[in-house]
């Protein structure tokens, strides 16, 4: 099997003009509204019509997935957390899940590649990935599989009604192979990369570096192939997190990113596919090192810095009502001659 996504069509760049000339007659001042107006114009242009219609059902899917490399020391918790937090998800007990109720989103959990039996097992690759710094993460087959059930998971829920999507991430020890990813594709070095991912002390900081470090040496001879890449210095979740974003492109389907984690995943998901990044807005500035590398390589700013760190989706959740209320003002908001008020002189 060969990974091939199509060339990938751009949002309109005409109903985005479209909808910056509406702006301009709605009653404030031009560019009052600062970014919003910018970010409800992507969403007309990803939707290809102004103005934009109000999301319906904006779908958050966490992917969950255990990493090798969580057994040397590279995180503040145990891998068996990964499992307990999937339950968690699927109680509605994760910060993710009390955020989408607030925003109006709903949430899926998929698991993987949790090193545990699951309730959500289904699209489960394999039980864990390998670690990184002394073994490939995948076998190239099974890294094929895991973009493949990202793809499918767009597919399923683009079809099933879903206007907006948000990947997150569940997994101890994912901050490791993500920076990886983010230090390989933007030609970092592991200091440059290396955070305090679940909040881990000197000592951790020192033997996470050091797997950044010699996963990276084996990550470096094949960044020009990305399946190659996913397969060597990955894991299951993001191979098929960096589906999801490709695909989500693919279908026209606005993506708002999450942290470092996520971010990994884009910026393989744009080599995957070129011109997909065109389809995604920043959610949030992570505090790890590597997502602002990961932002600056793709050309994303940022909607808020609140200088979060959990993953889960939980900081592209909460910047969707930002998405929300920029699309509705272009829809709803009164033109100067709807309201009989004198525009500019």
Not at 80 to 99: D, H, K, R
């Amino acid at each position: 099997m060969t990974i091939e996504f199509p060339a990938i069509e751009p949002p309109s760049e005409r109903v985005r003009t479209e909808a910056l000339a509406r702006h301009g007659v709605l009653t404030k001042p031009v560019g009052s509204l600062g970014r919003l107006e910018e970010l409800g114009a992507w969403v007309a242009a990803c939707q290809g019509e102004c103005p934009p219609k109000p999301f319906t059902r904006p779908r958050v899917v966490v992917f969950a997935g255990d990493h090798g490399v969580a057994q040397h020391g590279v995180s503040a918790y145990p891998s068996e957390v990964t499992g307990q937090m999937v339950a968690n998800f699927l109680a509605g007990g994760a910060a993710v899940n009390v955020l989408a109720n607030v925003a109006g989103a709903t949430v899926r959990v998929v698991d993987v590649a949790v090193d545990s039996d699951t309730a959500v097992g289904e699209f489960k690759v394999r039980r864990g990935s390998g670690s990184i710094d002394r073994e490939d993460a995948l076998t190239h087959e099974e890294a094929e599989k895991a973009i493949g059930i990202g793809r499918k998971l767009v597919d399923d829920e683009v079809d099933g009604g879903a206007d907006l999507l948000i990947a997150g991430d569940m997994g101890i020890g994912n901050t490791t192979p993500a920076a990886v990813l983010i230090a390989a594709l933007t030609g970092s070095e592991p200091v440059a990369v290396v955070g305090r991912g679940t909040g881990i002390d000197d000592q951790g900081w020192m033997r996470k570096t050091a797997a950044i470090r010699d996963a990276l040496r084996r990550a470096r001879p094949v960044i020009n192939d990305p399946v190659a890449l996913l397969a060597t210095a990955s894991g299951a979740d993001l191979a098929a997190m960096a589906g999801f974003l490709a695909q989500a492109a693919v279908r026209k389907t606005p993506v708002i990113l999450d942290g470092v984690v996520v971010g990994a995943a884009a910026v393989v998901a744009e080599e995957l596919a070129p011109g997909a990044r065109d389809w995604w807005v920043a959610g949030h500035r992570s505090v790890e090192p590597a997502h602002t590398l990961a932002l600056g390589h793709l050309s994303l700013e940022p909607l808020l810095e609140f200088d979060m760190r959990l993953g889960e989706g939980s900081g592209a959740v909460a910047a969707l009502p930002l998405v929300v209320m920029a699309t509705r003002i272009l829809a709803e908001m009164a033109t100067f001659d709807s309201a009989g008020i004198s525009g500019p002189a």
